[in-house]
């Protein structure tokens, strides 16, 4: 059963009580079976291929999708096997091989690990394209899982496909995946089963608070028991960006006490992790024993690619020139400047232009002063013209107008710019004179000093176009500069800035639903505004207690106006990502997670490029 219908399912079980039969037997359970879990919950668009050397002048947005016959992938050329597709890691060394080892480290674990949903294959970009963090439920279907669905409001059921096997690999020797696998998994993750009493250090429980038991009910069917009959928290959770939790084999655990050295890296998917340089490379080969077939091409075995190769490689112009001379397959998260120097240089190169997961902001701490004043964050927005930025800075290629707390391309769902009210929208245009005015009003009529910790990793020409602006109405602001880690000890770890923070972006946010609601709850791990107010923090338990999708949506758009309405942030705007690949590789559309992701890796390593496929004949002819 696809997510699409969950929804419709829901409504009548909540009205009707009913209890649907499952589609594999029911036996008493077994005692794989996770106990209850207390931990409360943490406060914690469009492809383009490059035909032209000009970049676009306007937002691409989803339209209607035309009437078609046959499938939508018929006008692509078949798929070939052969070759080896090589990507670039850009965040630093490989931190991590066992997924309850890896947090807050990049990993690529996801190339063999596996996960129980995943993207749909055959789905249509138009209708939907996969370049958004978040999946809406209609649109993820089941990966190990063959089938699911509610048998109850609170109680979700996994059925496996079966005839799935471990790589042939000691200790795993290539048995078979059961539901067991998958129990042991959260028992370790989570400290409740399976000889685990206590999760790993750095995982974070809370995100699993409303599970209260998993249940191999038989070899091949999971039953997850939860304490909300909220659809829409549960399969954000199962199925959070994109997949939800990869699982690895538990013989290798029992054997090895964990699978955190790279050698001992085993599990269900398309390619074998072989060699691993430190700093430098890992190297993957297919799985002859793969399970999975193309979806768009049913007849065709997994993966089409012989080898995959990931390069480290930090260096922003050491992996534009790997790009430029083929010895890399993609490059994402480029800026327009990037953008515009390799079109000039490689017009066959084809391009990709879609929204960065987040808009860009500057964050004041509101619990210090001057912040504290709402005049004065009004007065530090309106100084900022946005609009201008819009068209010099980023050229015209972004929407030029201030951003609430969901991005505007989760179509349907937050408050767009559009629908502000026009009282709203005067807070945010620019007019250095109101700002002054304000700023006098507040009790700071020549201005003020201030200081912004920034993390490198964040654009710094663009924090400087707005320390410009704010000189202009008397705020003279110090930009203290740190690496990313220095960053998140200073600032999310010890919460030592005193001032502001700028990392990059806490708005227009492209991630799930109830996740948003917790962006500013009060003592969030990046809420680096220090925000602490009992209005939004009552939004995630009302959506909690909503178990209608419309009720949820409702929640959502509200919390948008508030969070507008209180400026607890600077809003600056959403970019654009140019993202450039060569034109032998085929099916790479800037999927998220893809083949690539942000701190933690790109956890759809083992879903897309096994898809991808190389055109060995024009790599040839292109003498690469």
């Not at 409360?40 to 209607?64: M, Q, R």
């Not at 309850?100 to 970009?125: C, H, K, Q, R």
């Not at 929407?399 to 005067?426: A, C, H, V």
């Not at 960053?487 to 990059?504: E, K, L, P, S």
Request: net charge negative; with cysteine.
């Amino acid at each position: 059963m696809k997510r699409g219908t969950i929804w419709i399912l829901l409504s009548c079980l909540l009205i009707t009580s009913l209890v649907l039969s499952s589609c594999a037997s029911s036996s008493t359970p077994t005692n794989s079976t996770i106990s209850t879990i207390t931990t409360p919950l943490s406060t914690s668009t469009t492809a383009k291929p490059a035909t032209t050397s000009t970049i676009a002048t306007s937002v691409p947005v989803t339209t209607s999708v035309p009437t078609v016959t046959g499938n939508w992938w018929d006008k692509d050329p078949k798929p070939q096997y052969g070759g080896t597709m090589t990507l670039r890691i850009d965040k630093g060394n490989i931190g991590g091989f066992d997924p309850d080892m890896a947090f807050g480290v990049y990993t690529i674990y996801s190339a063999w690990l596996e996960t129980l949903f995943s993207d749909d294959w055959t789905l249509n970009p138009s209708v939907f394209n996969y370049q958004l963090s978040f999946r809406p439920n209609q649109y993820m279907v089941g990966n190990l899982a063959a089938s699911y669905e509610f048998s109850d409001p609170m109680t979700f059921v996994v059925h496996l496909r079966q005839g799935i096997h471990w790589q042939n690999i000691a200790p795993a020797n290539g048995r078979e995946f059961v539901a067991d696998d998958v129990v042991f998994h959260f028992d370790r993750m989570l400290g409740t089963g399976h000889g685990y009493t206590k999760p790993p250090p750095g995982v974070n429980v809370a995100i699993w608070a409303n599970l209260v038991s998993l249940t191999a009910t038989d070899k091949y069917t999971l039953v997850f028991k939860w304490n909300t009959a909220n659809p829409e928290i549960i399969m954000e959770t199962l199925q959070a960006s994109g997949g939800g939790e990869h699982f690895e084999n538990p013989d290798a655990v029992k054997l090895y006490g964990d699978v955190n050295d790279w050698h001992h890296s085993i599990g269900t998917g398309p390619f074998i992790l072989t060699d691993f340089v430190s700093g430098s490379s890992a190297t993957l080969v297919k799985n002859p024993d793969y399970w999975a077939y193309d979806q768009r091409y049913p007849q065709n075995k997994l993966p089409y690619v012989d080898n995959l190769k990931l390069l480290i490689i930090q260096d922003k112009a050491t992996a534009l020139a790997a790009l430029r001379t083929g010895k890399a397959d993609v490059m994402e998260s480029l800026m327009i400047a990037d953008a515009q120097s390799i079109q000039k240089t490689n017009p066959e190169m084809q391009e990709i232009i879609y929204p960065q997961l987040t808009g860009c902001t500057i964050d004041p701490r509101v619990d210090k002063k001057p912040f504290t004043d709402i005049k004065v964050r009004i007065a530090m927005q309106k100084a900022i013209d946005l609009p201008t930025i819009a068209k010099t800075y980023y050229q015209g290629t972004v929407r030029p107008y201030p951003i609430s707390l969901t991005s505007y391309y989760l179509k349907g769902l937050g408050l767009p710019y559009e629908e502000w009210p026009q009282s709203l929208k005067d807070e945010y245009s620019y007019d250095p004179a109101a700002a002054k005015k304000l700023l006098a009003d507040a009790g700071y009529p020549n201005g003020f000093k201030t200081d912004c910790v920034v993390d490198t990793a964040a654009d710094q020409d663009l924090l400087q176009i707005v320390k410009s602006y704010w000189t202009a109405i008397g705020i003279d602001m110090e930009v203290r500069t740190m690496d990313t880690a220095s960053f998140a000890t200073y600032v999310i770890t010890n919460r030592a800035h005193d001032q502001i923070a700028d990392r990059g972006g806490a708005l227009a946010i492209t991630y799930e639903i109830m996740r948003q609601l917790t962006r500013f709850q009060t003592g969030y791990s990046v809420n680096f505004g220090m925000i602490s107010d009992p209005v939004f923090d009552a939004y995630y338990p009302k959506a909690v207690a909503t178990t209608s999708l419309d009720g949820i949506k409702q929640i959502l758009k509200d919390a948008n106006l508030y969070v507008a309405q209180q400026h607890y942030t600077i809003s600056l705007l959403q970019p654009m990502s140019f993202g450039f690949y060569q034109p032998w590789l085929h099916g790479y559309n800037a999927q998220f997670f893809g083949v690539s992701g942000p701190a933690i890796g790109a956890l759809l390593l083992g879903y897309y490029p096994p898809r991808f496929w190389i055109d060995q004949n024009m790599k040839k002819t292109m003498g690469r």
